[in-house]
């Protein structure tokens, strides 16, 4: 047992030590795809959107070639482990790439993932009129300037109201802390292409058991980023959630391990089967990303994980006292 014990220290202290040399390998391959290492001179990832840029990719795609670890000899078992360390190295090279540009004063914003946010839709916000959502509207129209309100006749008529640009936003009821995710809100949602901006708990029951909560989720119809208002800002926390189309042979695990890797927590995971094949199912995973910058773990996953979409970057905040 003593020799075990002493075997397997001395080669967690290996493995540390490589690790640690990689880590600067990894920075040396990060910074030459922004910058030539033989002139000197900025590449345009450097300041244009990576994404968007033939030789970046292919450069990518070379500096990816050296961090496959493992061989087609080692054991079945050992590869999914050797497939999260090369998941993680590549999270390594986009969290380098991110922190080279901000160093040159050149961050990537939230929209070279998303799209270019688009002007701030109309502060109109439909939806089905109860004590339960008046409260949410309450909640979310402190976040927004000069809001109004239109109550259509049923949820469905409330998503087409942002659909067709009759109004900027609406309000819905996502899930609840008995039932989980409402799935009927969920299809209405992503039929109709919406996007979460905001979301609040709302406490519909209470009694010696406890509180009955339901969270409403403020949509929008494309990706518009509402940061809450500061003096109503008590609590609240942002969250990115993403799809995966095909969360099989895995992807899951590498997406998490390089989520937690950039600093993101994995908050939930929800299953929804999809409508072109049976006995499929896509996931959406939701990360609390309080401090952390997410641009990495995006840059990683349009790079790496095309069965993934980002849907949104979102806050959820909270009734203020009295509600």
Not at 47 to 54: G, R, Y
Not at 68 to 75: C, F, T, W
Not at 152 to 176: D, H, K, Q, W
Not at 190 to 206: F, I
Request: charged share 20%; glycine share 6%; aromatic share 10%.
């Amino acid at each position: 047992m003593d020799s075990a014990v002493y075997n397997a220290s001395r080669a967690g202290n290996i493995i540390a030590d490589a690790a640690e040399c990689q880590m600067s390998h990894i920075y040396d391959l990060a910074r030459c795809l922004l910058i030539d290492p033989e002139t000197g001179r900025e590449k345009p990832a450097l300041s244009e959107n990576p994404l968007q840029i033939e030789s970046f990719l292919r450069e990518y795609r070379q500096a990816c070639d050296s961090l496959v670890y493992g061989s087609k000899d080692s054991l079945p078992e050992n590869r999914t482990v050797f497939s999260i360390f090369s998941a993680v190295s590549k999270l390594k090279i986009c969290d380098f790439v991110c922190r080279i540009r901000r160093e040159k004063s050149k961050p990537l914003s939230l929209t070279d993932f998303f799209g270019e946010e688009a002007e701030m839709p109309s502060p109109r916000i439909a939806y089905v009129k109860n004590s339960y959502s008046d409260i949410a509207y309450r909640v979310f129209s402190h976040h927004i300037e000069g809001a109004g309100v239109v109550y259509p006749g049923g949820f469905t008529a409330v998503c087409e109201e942002v659909y067709y640009n009759r109004a900027g936003y609406c309000i819905l009821p996502y899930e609840t802390s008995d039932e989980g995710v409402l799935s009927g809100f969920r299809m209405l949602i992503e039929k109709h292409g919406l996007v979460p901006t905001l979301t609040c708990p709302v406490v519909t029951d209470s009694d010696q058991s406890g509180s009955s909560v339901t969270h409403f989720v403020l949509l929008s119809k494309s990706f518009v980023r509402i940061k809450p208002a500061e003096k109503f800002s008590r609590g609240s926390r942002e969250y990115l959630k993403i799809t995966i189309d095909n969360p099989g042979g895995g992807v899951m695990a590498d997406i998490l391990s390089a989520a937690m890797c950039g600093g993101l927590e994995h908050v939930k995971t929800e299953s929804t089967p999809v409508s072109w094949e049976n006995s499929r199912y896509s996931c959406s995973v939701t990360f609390s990303v309080d401090g952390a910058d997410p641009a990495p773990f995006l840059l990683y996953l349009a790079l790496e994980a095309p069965e993934s979409t980002a849907d949104g970057i979102y806050y959820s905040v909270l009734p203020y006292p009295g509600m």
